[in-house]
């Protein structure tokens, strides 16, 4: 597998070359930060149009046809609109809140988005505590939700800001513990080592077998919690609050929580693909040569995205299928039956990797 | 040099906020700038290169006390008003002498505390304090052990718990 390292240590000596180290640093945070954005954009525009096709299919429709060659440039068409649009200004509203709760959002995002490791040597950032920083920067977001709900001055974006801080407070606590039953698998919280361990001695899911896939249904359950979506989608719930915590929000602040509520679904199903299916990691079945030969043949990050394209389309198929929960149904079916299990669910990997029974 | 410059943004960055804390007349902006204090403070654990203290202060602070506090600032419905009470003499008095003798125990603890191993500083980085040794130390019971201010803190929690539940359940 190629490492990637080497062209980053490349770049940065050529760099140092020519300037200080200081300068170098800051012309290098200046090119991640491009990257971040960029990648940013082009992962929503797809995840929308994905989104909205497959949505499609699930309800036997046939989904943006008209713009564009099967209708590609929809999200073009929306994202100009949208961008266009006037943001309108309330009276009541705490302004400065009000403007400030969508970039609460967007920071926890760019943040948690930050930590997934690309392919072999290539992070941003890649901390010895790197699940811990995820697990805690993603809570950001949750400050962003409620700020929106209450800046508004209404009684919708209240409701649904009420009823998101609670989800996502519970279910925060599954992502977590499911993240701890791999890291006890792993003995490291370090992601670029966490995926290193998956290429030397196999996937997470196989070696981990009856307690990792426990924790991977559950990470797919609650990381469809964590990112608001359907049949956990009561924030926004569309026939009871209009629009839930964004109702009074226009033009692109409105964007700005699409957007992140889509980059949310591609980072849950990127750290499903890191933490569970090996991340950059290729197929390997020992014995077989030439077959394997050929799988690590394909460059690191497409297995990466294929992995993560996969994750998110199990969260679509599980969001189109499953009607909503009631608010008390979905507070008790992670206190009462996720959490609980998940905890068993670590007892069992302990014993697991204390006995030597991993594969 | 980038670390110095850092310091400064970072400084200014909690100073102010910290000042628009306690000077803004409306509860809610005042928690949204506590926030934004704590973020600085961790970007300065992270400056240092400790980024589990670093994490810890966002998860502590940002996932846990602040969101705490716009919680129960929404729940108590209070709506805020613009109208200031008039404040007495006296009691603009005892702030003054209540902050500057905060601010003569806080120069004292400062310049009287010589701070050892200024070198690790100087080049800081992640692998001083590794998380192995942190986990390590936190459950050993020989010296230097936390094991029993662990348990306290374990108590204290369940604790907390048990007298909410008391507090919230149906009668």
Redesign the interface.
């Known amino acids: 597998m190629f490492d990637f390292s080497i062209v980053t240590k490349w770049f940065h000596s050529l760099l140092t070359g020519v300037m200080?180290?200081?300068a170098a640093?800051?012309i290098e945070c200046f090119i991640v930060l491009l990257f971040i954005i960029l990648l940013y954009a082009i992962l929503a525009i797809a995840l929308i149009y994905g989104e909205r096709k497959i949505c499609a299919f699930f309800q036997c429709r046939i989904g943006p046809n008209r713009v564009g060659k099967w209708g590609l440039l929809q999200v073009f068409a929306d994202v100009f609109k949208m961008l266009t649009k006037e943001i309108i200004k309330m009276r009541q509203s705490?302004r400065?809140?009000h403007d400030?709760a969508p970039y609460f959002m967007l920071l926890a995002s760019f943040l948690t988005f930050a930590c997934i490791p690309w392919n072999k040597g290539l992070a941003i950032l890649d901390?010895?505590?790197g699940v811990?920083?995820f697990?805690?920067?993603s809570?950001?977001g949750?400050?962003g939700i409620?700020?929106a709900?209450?800046?508004s001055r209404s009684k919708y974006p209240?409701i649904g800001?009420?009823r998101s801080?609670a989800q996502l407070?519970s279910y925060?606590l599954s992502i977590g513990m499911t993240m701890l039953t791999v890291i006890l698998l792993n003995g490291t919280?370090q992601f670029s080592e966490i995926v290193q361990q998956q290429a030397d001695f196999g996937w997470n899911i196989i070696r981990g077998h009856v307690p990792a896939i426990i924790a991977f249904i559950i990470y797919l359950i609650a990381g469809n919690a964590e990112c608001n979506r359907g049949p956990f989608d009561l924030p926004e719930a569309e026939s009871e609050l209009t629009a839930g915590y964004h109702t009074e929000y226009s033009g692109m602040h409105f964007g700005f929580f699409y957007l992140a509520e889509y980059l949310n679904l591609f980072i849950c199903g990127a750290m499903a693909a890191t933490i569970f299916l090996g991340g950059w990691a290729p197929i390997y079945f020992p014995g077989w040569e030439g077959f394997n030969h050929v799988m690590s043949l394909i460059p690191g990050f497409i297995w990466f995205f294929a992995k993560a394209f996969f994750v998110v389309f199990l969260l679509m198929w599980i969001r189109w299928t499953f009607p909503r929960l009631r608010i008390d149904q979905l507070l008790s079916l992670e206190w009462k039956y996720l959490m609980p299990i998940s905890m068993l669910n670590i007892l069992l990997m302990a014993l697991v990797v204390c006995f030597g029974l991993t594969l | 040099m980038a670390t110095t410059i850092l310091f400064f943004i970072l400084a200014a960055i909690i100073l102010g906020c910290a000042i628009a804390a306690v000077t803004t007349k409306r509860i809610m902006r005042s928690a949204t700038y506590l926030l934004f204090v704590l973020f600085g403070t961790a970007g300065l654990y992270f400056l240092m290169g400790y980024t589990f203290l670093g994490s810890v202060q966002v998860m502590v602070y940002a996932g846990g006390v602040v969101v705490l506090y716009i919680f129960a600032l929404m729940l108590t419905g209070q709506q805020d008003n613009k109208e200031t009470h008039k404040i007495g003499l006296a009691k603009k008095a005892a702030a003054l002498i209540a902050s500057l003798a905060g601010a003569a125990l806080f120069l004292f603890i400062i310049i009287s505390h010589r701070f050892a191993n200024t070198t690790l500083l100087e080049n800081p980085s992640e692998q001083t304090t590794s998380i192995q040794t942190l986990g390590q130390q936190l459950l050993s019971t020989g010296q230097n052990g936390y094991m029993l201010p662990f348990e306290a803190v374990s108590v204290l929690l369940l604790a907390c718990i048990v007298g909410a539940l008391i507090i919230a359940r149906k009668r």
Do not use: K, R
């Open positions: 200080p180290e200081w640093i800051g705490d400065f809140l400030m901390f010895n505590i811990f920083f697990i805690a920067v809570g950001i949750i400050v409620l700020l709900g209450w800046s209240m800001a009420m801080g407070v925060e919280m």
